[in-house]
C-alpha cells in the first residue's frame, strides 16, 4: 500500500468513530437550509440581527427573508461571477450581516468558502488565496486595491468583488429589503447535484512551521458540529445566541452562525466585542448564550458593570474555550456574575467543539472540575465524535496518565488541502492528533472528563486566537540589527497567552533598543501579534538537528516573564 492511500485509511478511520451517532437527514447544504426558509412555523420568527459597534444600525432578518436575501445572493454569484458546485470563494470582510448572507449563499450553491482575516499580512492573504486555488474573492471596498494588487500575481484568481453595508458593490444590494416577502424560490441544482461530502470552508490555522495549513471542512462536519452542541445544550426554538467572535474563525461561524439556524433560533451578530455595551446587549436584545474566548471574560471583570438596571432572565451562560482558562478566573467570574461558564474544548480540525462541561452538573459539581485541579476540566466527549489520552506509539492511557489528546468522529476533518505531510503526522493511528497534552479523570458515573495539561505544539494561543511564533521569528530577524530572534508565549491575566520574543543581536553594530524592535515588529504585524517583551541574550537556541529549542526556551523565561502576568498592554506601547 502506498503512503497515500495509507493516509487516506487513517483519514477515513479517523472520521468515522465507532458506535456514533447516524449522519444528518438532509442530502445537501441547499436541503437543510430550505428545510429551514420552508418552515412555516419560521416564516416570521427572526432568524438574525446585526448591530454595528454604536448600536446605531440594527437590521434584522426573519426566517423567509433571510431565505430571500440568500437566494438574491446566490443567484448573483452562479449567474454573473460564474461560480459553481466545487469552486472555493475567498472572503476578506469581518462579521457583517453582508457576511453571513455571502456564507449562506456559497454553501447553498455548493462552493467552497476561504475566509481570510482582514488584519493578515498581504503575504499571507496572498498565500492563503493562491495555495487554496480561491477563483473569487469578496472584499471590504476598502481592500479593494490591496486586493487587486494581489490578484495581478494570482492567474487563478478571476473574480475580486467589492462588498459594502448596502451589498455588492456592483450587485445586488440586499438591504434593499421592498422585494422581500415569505417566498423562497431554490436555484434549480438537478444538474448540480450537492452531498454531504461537499467542501464547506477551508480554514487556514498557523503551523509552527512553515506556511499555514487549509483545514478541509465538509458540510456534513458543519451539520453534526451543530447537532452535537445543540443536543448538548439543549438549544431550541426559543434560544437567541449572541456572536461577537469573529466569523472569519470556526467558533463564531459553527456555534453562533449555523447552530441557531440547525436548532430554530435566532442569532444577534455584533461587529466585534465592546465591553462598554455587552450587558446591555443582553439585556434588550434577551439574549439566552453568548460564545466568548477567556480574554473577553477578564475584560468584563475589570469593567466590573454593576447589573442591576438589567433584566437577565433569560441568559444561562457562557460558552467558552478557544484559549487557556484559568481558574482564578473561572471562579472570579462566576463569583461576581453569578453566571456558568460552559468550559470546552475543540480545534478546527474537529470543527469546533469537541467537549464541554455537563450543564447538569450542581453547583458544586460544576466548581469541583472548575476549580480543584491544576487547570479547569474541559469537559466530557459530545456525540458523534470520541476522544481518548494516547501515547507516544498510539496506545490507550489509562485516567491521570499524561499522553496526547486525540478524537475521531464525525466532527474531524477531511484532512488539510494539499497537504500529504501534514495528514500523515496528524492521522497516524486513524485518529486525529491534536497536539494538546491532557489526562482525563472519571466521575461517580463512570464519564471521562478531560483536561489540557500543555501543548506539544508550539502555538500561541493568544485571546483564543492562534498564532504561530515562526511568523513573528521572521519578522525580528528582517531586522539588520538582529542575528537571531525566537518568539515565545507566556501565561497572561487577560489573553491567557501574550507574546515576548528572545533576541541576539549582531555584533559590532549600534544596538536597538526593545522599544525599537516592538515598532520594527509593528510595521510588519498587527498588534495582537508583536511582541510585547524583548528579552536580549547571546546564545542562539538551536538543536544540533537544526531546530529552535522554543519549549526549553519558554520554561527558561518563565520566571523573568511572571511579572507581566497581569500587566494590560497597550497599543501605544508598541509603536
Given at each position: 500500500?502506498?503512503?497515500?492511500?495509507?493516509?487516506?485509511?487513517?483519514?477515513?478511520?479517523?472520521?468515522?468513530?465507532?458506535?456514533?451517532?447516524?449522519?444528518?437527514?438532509?442530502?445537501?447544504?441547499?436541503?437543510?437550509?430550505?428545510?429551514?426558509?420552508?418552515?412555516?412555523?419560521?416564516?416570521?420568527?427572526?432568524?438574525?440581527?446585526?448591530?454595528?459597534?454604536?448600536?446605531?444600525?440594527?437590521?434584522?432578518?426573519?426566517?423567509?427573508?433571510?431565505?430571500?436575501?440568500?437566494?438574491?445572493?446566490?443567484a448573483f454569484l452562479h449567474d454573473q461571477v460564474g461560480l459553481r458546485r466545487g469552486d472555493r470563494l475567498a472572503t476578506i470582510l469581518f462579521n457583517h450581516d453582508v457576511t453571513v448572507v455571502l456564507y449562506f449563499a456559497a454553501w447553498v450553491l455548493g462552493v467552497t468558502l476561504v475566509p481570510i482575516?482582514?488584519?493578515?499580512?498581504?503575504?499571507?492573504?496572498?498565500?492563503?488565496?493562491?495555495?487554496?486555488?480561491?477563483?473569487?474573492?469578496?472584499?471590504?471596498?476598502?481592500?479593494?486595491?490591496?486586493?487587486?494588487?494581489?490578484?495581478?500575481?494570482?492567474?487563478?484568481?478571476?473574480?475580486?468583488?467589492?462588498?459594502?453595508?448596502?451589498?455588492?458593490?456592483?450587485?445586488?444590494?440586499?438591504?434593499?429589503?421592498?422585494?422581500?416577502?415569505?417566498?423562497?424560490?431554490?436555484?434549480?441544482?438537478?444538474?448540480?447535484?450537492?452531498?454531504?461530502?461537499?467542501?464547506?470552508?477551508?480554514?487556514?490555522?498557523?503551523?509552527?512551521?512553515?506556511?499555514?495549513?487549509?483545514?478541509?471542512?465538509?458540510?456534513?462536519?458543519?451539520?453534526?458540529?451543530?447537532?452535537?452542541?445543540?443536543?448538548?445544550?439543549?438549544?431550541?426554538?426559543?434560544d437567541?445566541?449572541?456572536?461577537?467572535?469573529?466569523?472569519?474563525?470556526?467558533?463564531?461561524?459553527?456555534?453562533?452562525?449555523?447552530?441557531?439556524?440547525?436548532?430554530?433560533?435566532?442569532?444577534?451578530?455584533?461587529?466585534?466585542?465592546?465591553?462598554?455595551?455587552?450587558?446591555?446587549?443582553?439585556?434588550?436584545?434577551?439574549?439566552?448564550?453568548?460564545?466568548?474566548?477567556?480574554?473577553?471574560?477578564?475584560f468584563l471583570l475589570d469593567a466590573n458593570e454593576d447589573l442591576a438596571a438589567y433584566k437577565l432572565d433569560?441568559?444561562?451562560?457562557?460558552?467558552?474555550?478557544?484559549?487557556?482558562?484559568?481558574?482564578?478566573?473561572?471562579?472570579?467570574?462566576?463569583?461576581?456574575?453569578?453566571?456558568?461558564?460552559?468550559?470546552?474544548?475543540?480545534l478546527s480540525e474537529t470543527t469546533c467543539y469537541s467537549c464541554f462541561l455537563p450543564n447538569d452538573l450542581s453547583r458544586d459539581e460544576h466548581r469541583h472540575w472548575i476549580g480543584n485541579y491544576e487547570f479547569p476540566?474541559?469537559?466530557?466527549?459530545?456525540?458523534?465524535?470520541?476522544?481518548?489520552?494516547?501515547?507516544?506509539?498510539?496506545?490507550?492511557?489509562?485516567?491521570?496518565?499524561?499522553?496526547?489528546?486525540?478524537?475521531?468522529?464525525?466532527?474531524?476533518?477531511?484532512?488539510?488541502?494539499?497537504?500529504?505531510?501534514a495528514n500523515e503526522a496528524a492521522f497516524q493511528w486513524g485518529w486525529f492528533r491534536s497536539g494538546d497534552e491532557g489526562f482525563y479523570v472519571r466521575d461517580t458515573q463512570g464519564r471521562p472528563f478531560f483536561f489540557i495539561s500543555g501543548r506539544l505544539k508550539e502555538l500561541i494561543i493568544r485571546g483564543g486566537v492562534n498564532i504561530a511564533p515562526l511568523e513573528i521569528d521572521e519578522v525580528l530577524r528582517s531586522h539588520l540589527h538582529v542575528r537571531f530572534a525566537m518568539a515565545v508565549s507566556f501565561e497572561h491575566r487577560y489573553y491567557g497567552e501574550e507574546i515576548a520574543a528572545y533576541v541576539v543581536l549582531r555584533d559590532g553594530v549600534a544596538p536597538p533598543t526593545e522599544a525599537e524592535l516592538i515598532a520594527h515588529c509593528r510595521q510588519r504585524l498587527p498588534f495582537s501579534k508583536c511582541p510585547k517583551v524583548i528579552h536580549f541574550g547571546q546564545e542562539v537556541l538551536y538543536t544540533s538537528t537544526g531546530k529552535p529549542k522554543r519549549l526549553e526556551l519558554k520554561t527558561s523565561l518563565a520566571s523573568a516573564l511572571a511579572a507581566y502576568r497581569d500587566h494590560q498592554f497597550k497599543e501605544i506601547e508598541a509603536v
Open positions: 500500500m502506498s503512503p497515500l492511500i495509507a493516509v487516506s485509511d487513517h483519514i477515513t478511520q479517523a472520521r468515522k468513530g465507532e458506535g456514533l451517532c447516524p449522519p444528518p437527514p438532509w442530502n445537501s447544504f441547499a436541503d437543510f437550509f430550505r428545510s429551514r426558509v420552508y418552515d412555516r412555523a419560521l416564516v416570521n420568527q427572526a432568524f438574525l440581527t446585526y448591530c454595528d459597534d454604536d448600536l446605531t444600525v440594527r437590521y434584522t432578518y426573519s426566517y423567509a427573508e433571510f431565505g430571500t436575501v440568500v437566494q438574491l445572493v446566490a482575516n482582514v488584519e493578515e499580512s498581504a503575504d499571507k492573504k496572498r498565500y492563503i488565496l493562491e495555495h487554496s486555488e480561491a477563483s473569487a474573492v469578496c472584499c471590504w471596498h476598502s481592500y479593494l486595491e490591496e486586493v487587486k494588487d494581489l490578484q495581478r500575481e494570482l492567474p487563478a484568481l478571476r473574480h475580486v468583488i467589492a462588498v459594502n453595508d448596502d451589498g455588492f458593490v456592483e450587485g445586488p444590494k440586499h438591504r434593499a429589503r421592498t422585494n422581500m416577502g415569505t417566498s423562497f424560490s431554490p436555484l434549480g441544482t438537478a444538474s448540480h447535484p450537492h452531498g454531504l461530502d461537499d467542501e464547506a470552508l477551508i480554514i487556514y490555522t498557523s503551523g509552527t512551521t512553515g506556511p499555514p495549513k487549509g483545514v478541509v471542512l465538509t458540510v456534513e462536519n458543519l451539520l453534526l458540529d451543530a447537532d452535537a452542541i445543540a443536543d448538548w445544550h439543549q438549544f431550541g426554538t426559543n437567541r445566541l449572541m456572536c461577537m467572535l469573529p466569523i472569519h474563525h470556526v467558533n463564531g461561524t459553527v456555534v453562533t452562525l449555523i447552530t441557531p439556524f440547525y436548532c430554530k433560533g435566532s442569532t444577534v451578530l455584533n461587529r466585534k466585542f465592546k465591553g462598554t455595551t455587552f450587558w446591555r446587549r443582553l439585556h434588550e436584545e434577551r439574549v439566552t448564550c453568548v460564545s466568548v474566548v477567556p480574554t473577553l471574560l477578564e433569560r441568559f444561562g451562560g457562557f460558552i467558552c474555550g478557544a484559549g487557556p482558562l484559568l481558574k482564578d478566573t473561572a471562579i472570579r467570574f462566576e463569583d461576581r456574575f453569578g453566571f456558568p461558564i460552559r468550559h470546552g474544548y475543540g476540566s474541559i469537559g466530557i466527549p459530545l456525540r458523534h465524535n470520541e476522544m481518548a489520552i494516547l501515547d507516544g506509539d498510539g496506545q490507550l492511557l489509562p485516567e491521570m496518565a499524561r499522553g496526547e489528546i486525540c478524537i475521531r468522529g464525525g466532527t474531524v476533518c477531511a484532512g488539510y488541502f494539499k497537504r500529504d505531510d
